[in-house]
């Protein structure tokens, strides 16, 4: 269960999270810095990586188009890196339930 941190997340997310999510990316780790969202859609399928951003247009990408890649939906506004790694970490059973399910393209966290 490897996730790809988008670049509107802290590139320290890979390695704060890398006991519960071991070799996740952040885009800038695979030079996708400031890449268009299409690209990183993409990156994310071929590689089997699950997008995490607080980006809507992920949202709209995953509507679209289904999965693969999985997406997780951060809502949590302006927030500390903390705030986002507390989440993943809370909702651990849940991202581990939505990896799973293969109908299931988007997961919303808040």
């Known amino acids: 269960m490897k996730l790809l941190f988008d ?8 390695n704060r999270l890398s006991d519960l999510f071991p070799d996740s990316l952040h885009v800038r780790d695979v030079g996708m ?3 268009i969202d299409p690209v990183v859609w993409d990156y994310a399928k071929d590689n ?3 997008i995490v ?6 949202h709209d ?15 949590l ?3 500390s890196t903390l ?7 809370r ?11 293969r109908s299931l393209s988007l997961l919303a966290l808040s």
């Open 33 to 35: 810095k400031a890449t």
């Open 83 to 89: 705030q986002v790694e507390n989440l993943l970490c």
């Open 48 to 50: 089997d990586l699950m």
């Open 61 to 75: 990408l995953s509507l679209v188009f289904g999965n693969p890649p999985k997406v997780i939906w951060l809502r």
């Open 7 to 14: 670049e509107n997340l802290s590139p320290k997310l890979p």
């Open 53 to 58: 951003s607080k980006d809507a247009d992920m």
């Open 91 to 101: 909702e651990l059973d849940a991202i581990k339930l939505f990896y799973k399910d």
């Open 77 to 79: 506004g302006n927030c």
